[in-house]
């Protein structure tokens, strides 16, 4: 069978920046088909630069029996545009949408995209080729585990689906469908058995390792065919399992992959010991990520990140004695986040001084405790969108906390960035960085005076009124202390701020389908296996479509 598989165009400046990275879960995926026999065609609107009307027309005019779109939540209303065109012109080809997104949403990806047939929830190699084959053969496809399916006005949800069994079964991504380019992917393991609270678990909670030899084996097929300058490492926590990982680091030296081609990766700073630190460089790893996140003690506590100051200093330190660039990446907008605590992250990143510097805004990803902490108002959160095209957590708007505004956090983010460079005296690089990145930092700079402008505006009008409380935005009816407010700038707001009440929306909508609205609550559990389990179960056993956790597009 012919299958197009598609990965939705970037929307923003924030989503071009990391355009130039190919995606591995497609990879994996179209490798699967292909070696089941079947035919691919890639639609990339990343790398290859097409619209959404190029992929359009080249599904109305390559005929493919099967389309596939990938997505994480930023993209998920990209991809349902592309899927809702796609079904003008070829009301006949099955839609199946997967990704991050569908992994953390289960059976809703269904509900709010209509023009999707089937969702991929979990890993797509082995429920990919079954879905082919049983469309290939007219068999139902709908039991298959891990498929949600799209039966008339019903929404099937199958039994959940386990991870492979064996990694070092699956074929290695087929890169030869992607543009060439400088930085590759590759995964060692999936899954992070650590709890962060803003964290997706997208690959889930328990770790699923690779043998290093088979590591090595793509590596080779890596650097003999593909020949980028890079292979970044893209395992949440590369140290996680350290005996393997320095089997893996002292195979690329054995195997001289080193002298060929240079790596990146990431890890935690609790999961590093010098010995780590030395076969990073000398198997020319340039780069190592750090997830820091905060800078004072007691807000990592509060997000169970499990680490200390102290810790990081000591991961920061090692690394640049052994020559590795450090990268570490902060998160301003944490649970009871102060003006104070935000100041010590701003103070701790200038005294760390590492060489590259992330900062992003906390963003409630679907299926963290953030998100549903952010929707019953706790942690001092208040929910300022309900759009998924807003859930990019560099130029995020979803989330403010009652002592910091959104309007301050953009600010503070961007101090972040300037106080590192200023305060050690790197006017160079921060020149340098400023031209480099302009487009984005153009963006982060007008966001953040858009957002200060528009708070100040709405502090005059006020006059010091609190806004209006929040509606009860969970499924169940609940006092949720959420509220969602309309700022984007092509809509006016309704009133000061706009609460919409998306779940009355959805219930009309739901009545109007004859679908009842007593539907089970489809909680944006955490993607962990067991949780993914109850929600497809509670769905399948009432059979109708589910009352939506959250969002809203905001009419
Ligand atoms: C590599 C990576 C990137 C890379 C490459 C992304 C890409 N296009 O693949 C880069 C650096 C570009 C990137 C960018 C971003 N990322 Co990122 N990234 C990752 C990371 C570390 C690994 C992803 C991966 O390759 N996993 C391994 C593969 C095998 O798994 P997979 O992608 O899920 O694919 C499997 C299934 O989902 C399924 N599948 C996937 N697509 C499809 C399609 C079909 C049709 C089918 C049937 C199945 C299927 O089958 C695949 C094989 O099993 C994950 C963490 C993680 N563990 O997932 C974060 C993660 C995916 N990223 C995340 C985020 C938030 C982002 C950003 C949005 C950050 C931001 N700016 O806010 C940007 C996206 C910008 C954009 N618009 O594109 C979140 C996503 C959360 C969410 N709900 O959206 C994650 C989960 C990190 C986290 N812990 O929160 N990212
Ligand atoms: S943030 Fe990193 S360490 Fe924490 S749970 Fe997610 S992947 Fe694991």
């Not at 080249?58 to 029996?65: A, I, L, T």
């Not at 800078?295 to 169970?304: A, F, R, S, T």
């Not at 969970?474 to 700038?489: H, K, S």
Request: proline residues 6%; neutral net charge.
């Amino acid at each position: 069978m012919k299958i197009a598989f598609v990965q939705p165009p970037p929307r923003s400046e924030f989503d071009r920046h990391w355009a130039r990275f190919p995606g591995l879960g497609i990879a994996y995926v179209a490798s699967s088909l292909r070696a089941a026999g079947h035919e691919i065609e890639l639609l990339d609107g990343k790398l290859d630069e097409l619209t959404v009307d190029d992929i359009v027309a080249r599904v109305r005019d390559g005929c493919p029996g099967l389309v596939g779109v990938t997505c994480m939540t930023v993209e998920y209303p990209r991809a349902v545009e592309i899927a809702r065109r796609i079904k003008v012109d070829r009301p006949d080809v099955p839609i199946v949408v997967g990704g991050a997104h569908v992994n953390a949403v289960g059976a809703q990806a269904l509900v709010e995209g209509e023009a999707f047939d089937f969702a991929c929830v979990g890993e797509g190699e082995y429920l990919s080729c079954e879905l082919a084959d049983a469309l290939h053969g007219g068999v139902d496809p709908s039991a298959i585990p891990g498929l949600v399916s799209r039966r008339g006005d019903e929404i099937v949800t199958a039994v959940p689906r386990s991870p492979p069994d064996d990694y070092d079964a699956l074929p290695f991504p087929a890169w030869d469908l992607f543009r060439p380019v400088e930085t590759l992917p590759l995964i060692t393991h999936r899954g992070c058995p650590f709890r962060c609270v803003f964290c997706s678990h997208n690959s889930g909670f328990r770790p699923r390792y690779r043998t290093p030899a088979n590591v090595l084996d793509e590596i080779e097929q890596i650097v003999e065919r593909h020949r980028p300058h890079r292979i970044r490492i893209e395992d949440e926590t590369f140290g996680l399992h350290m005996g393997r990982t320095k089997a893996i680091l002292e195979g690329i030296i054995a195997r001289g992959f080193h002298r060929r081609i240079r790596f990146s990766a990431q890890t935690r700073v609790d999961r590093v010991d010098e010995e780590f630190m030395r076969l990073l460089k000398e198997a020319n790893f340039g780069l190592l990520e750090l997830g820091v996140e905060s800078g004072n003690p007691d807000v990592l506590k509060k997000i169970e990140k499990g680490i200390t100051l102290e810790q990081v200093e000591r991961a920061v330190a090692l690394a640049k004695a052994n020559g590795l660039r450090v990268w570490c990446k902060f998160i301003l907008g944490h649970p009871h986040e102060t003006h104070e605590t935000v100041r010590d992250t701003i103070d701790f990143i200038a005294k760390l001084n590492p060489h590259q510097l992330s900062v992003s805004i906390m963003t409630p990803f679907p299926g963290t405790p953030i998100h549903e902490m952010a929707l019953r108002g706790e942690g001092g959160y208040r929910l300022l969108s309900g759009g998924w095209e807003d859930f990019d957590k560099y130029s995020s708007g979803v989330l403010e906390l009652e002592t910091v505004s959104l309007g301050q956090l953009k600010r503070y983010q961007i101090a972040c960035y300037a106080n590192l460079y200023l305060r050690n005296g790197r006017l160079v690089e921060l020149a340098r960085l400023v031209v480099s990145n302009r487009a984005v930092g153009w963006e982060m700079l007008r966001s953040a005076v858009g957002r200060t402008v528009l708070e100040g505006a709405r502090r005059l009008r006020r006059q010091g009124d609190a806004s209006p409380r929040p509606l009860d935005l969970l499924p169940d009816g609940g006092d949720a202390a959420a509220e969602v407010v309309d700022e984007r700038g092509d809509r006016r707001p309704r009133h000061d701020d706009v609460v919409t009440r998306n779940t009355l929306r959805r219930s009309r909508r739901q009545q109007q389908n004859g679908l009842g609205t007593e539907g089970p609550r489809v909680d944006a559990g955490r993607s962990g296996e067991r949780n993914r389990g109850r929600q497809q179960h509670e769905v399948k056993e009432a059979g109708r479509v589910p009352q939506v956790a959250v969002r809203d597009e905001l009419e």
